[in-house]
């Protein structure tokens, strides 16, 4: 019917899965409210101030910008999502300050082609921060259109990862209603192969607080440092439990203006276990079912993970864990680890200081 | 990896998503409680029985008969779940009581051609009972493979129909931290068009406590009778609340023995917005904005609902909803609304009641 597409928004779209997922976004509380406290609660920053929103969606980053008193705010966004972006500047009265773009960011080109902006926005973030993500294009952005002390909105990103216990793909399977289905748990585990799955991984199952895999300083960061990640670590697990994968999640931080009063002073947007569930849950790796052992506190934990762009889809990340030989890699020193040799090593520096 | 594969169940799966299904469905408490009471719980009706399992999944009911004693279990399932149901079965030691067999139950044949089964369990239910569902699967096997005096698990289902307010596709978009973002709702509706949706429906946004669309008796009930249903009805609102939509849920009731001690007399699986969530939630038909209002208490609902099979999907079910005109549509007597002549007419026969 022709005359309901003019009048529905919504007909714009081929697929709703779309509009279901920016619904899981706009709803997602803590992204939410990172990115509301961080523009609207930094007027200082944004007042008088020009706008590069990178895959702007719905417009809602947008519109916080303008409500924080950007002059001009530019919106780009490739889906046609942008049309129903646009109506939503609209609803809000907000057509005269932002302008909306249905291109890709690496497309688009400013009015004026010397023209610089002062401030990026994005959400952009992926699944273990990069997985899926659109870092890539805000950093072709930033290189084009920010100003040299331009704001990037986030400023940083931090990828952390820890040993957990992973009950929903283990031990919950041992009985469901009194059957036992540990092959059925067996084969949940990404059929068998532990591939890395999106989890909500409870507090409670971590055994450690998180080891840093990686930190992003978005204002300095290229493309090619993002190709591939490495950890080498022996980690002292810091409560006792089942070994049964490990979890990472990432957080970022935002610029913070001279307002300090009205906002905290570091504005996180967190997906740790321990912070306020977001839709980005957080990403296990379960380990083979041999792997798995029960930990006590202060046991070491020796692993290799890689993460490295996937070479057919470049917006994917391959992970890559390896469990090593505690025994048999070096540790940091003090390590607070139970093996014989840190033991030891700790108790000889504790009695160099003393001496000292 | 060729050996890998031979160790990995999960490696004939084709589809992770198929397990992720089967994940809700074993984690969704209602529905595992309702089937093992009935089941596990009425071991007197089970005890030396065949059974028939129709569209068996991960055989988890299947393996709930076995353990209800049943002497011979066949499950059916025609995707290749099958070879994971028979793993579960093998883990759980009942591979001499429980044949599998990978087919659709219309290709199934018994071993002697000349039995019938006692009884024939399904979890076949879809969306709003029918939808995507198998219930036709179900009469076929019944018809040909129960006893006349067999059992049916579950034996009788009942659609049911409420107004309702639906805040997460009206009021909540009134303001997105601060935005207003009506046209995201409009277009949210199932792109403007006003589709059913699967939500949850918060108890409190019911308007009415349930109008019963239709009852099936499963011993009897035939294909052709599953091809339609309609309501024609005024309802009358039992709470004050804005009426932005209608919700369709179902319940399902399962025979009893004679152990009445160990369960509830009524085995009931409700998805009712007042029972606990279960993985099908409800169904909300949302109204086109302009016909959305608030509904004090007592004011007459009129509307049509028609349930149809859609014609190139046999699985899928079409809803179409009418709102009518309470003034010209005719009102069950005594009706409780507050039109004028519904007053009137209760009036009037309770003052009959009382002369009389």
Known sequence: MESEQITNPGAYFDSYEDLKVHELMLTDGPRQNAYHNAIVGNRDLFAGKTVLDVGAGTGILSIFCAQAGARKVYAVEASNLARLAREV???????????????????????????????????????????????????????????????????????????????????????????????????????????????????????????????????????????????????????????????????????????????????????????????WKQTVIPLPEGACEDLEQRDPIAFELKMTRNKDTNRRYDLQLTLLDAEKEEHSLPCECQMTKCILMKAHLEKMQVDG
């Open 89 to 279: 500047i609209k609803e809000n009265n907000f057509q005269d300050v932002i302008d909306v773009s249905e291109c890709r960011v690496e497309d688009f080109r400013l009015p004026n082609e010397e023209e610089r902006v002062d401030i990026i926005v994005s959400e952009w973030m992926g699944f273990f921060l990069l997985h899926e993500g659109m870092l890539d294009s805000v950093l072709v952005a930033r290189d084009r259109f920010l100003k040299p002390n331009g704001l990037m909105f986030p400023d940083t990103a931090t990828i952390y990862l820890a040993p957990c216990s992973v009950p929903s793909r283990f031990d919950r399977w041992n009985s469901v209603s009194g059957v036992s289905m540990q092959c059925f748990g067996r084969a949940l585990r990404h059929q068998g192969s532990d591939k890395p799955e999106v989890l909500t991984v409870a507090p409670e199952h971590l055994l450690h607080e998180g080891h840093v895999v990686t930190w992003l300083d978005l204002k300095e960061v290229t493309t090619e440092e993002l190709d591939a990640f490495e950890a080498k670590e022996v980690l002292v697990g810091q409560r006792t439990g089942k070994l049964q994968g490990f979890c990472i999640w990432f957080d970022c931080t935002f610029p913070v203006g001279e307002q300090g009063g009205r906002i905290p002073n570091d504005i996180v947007l967190s997906t740790n276990p321990v912070a306020p569930e977001t839709h």
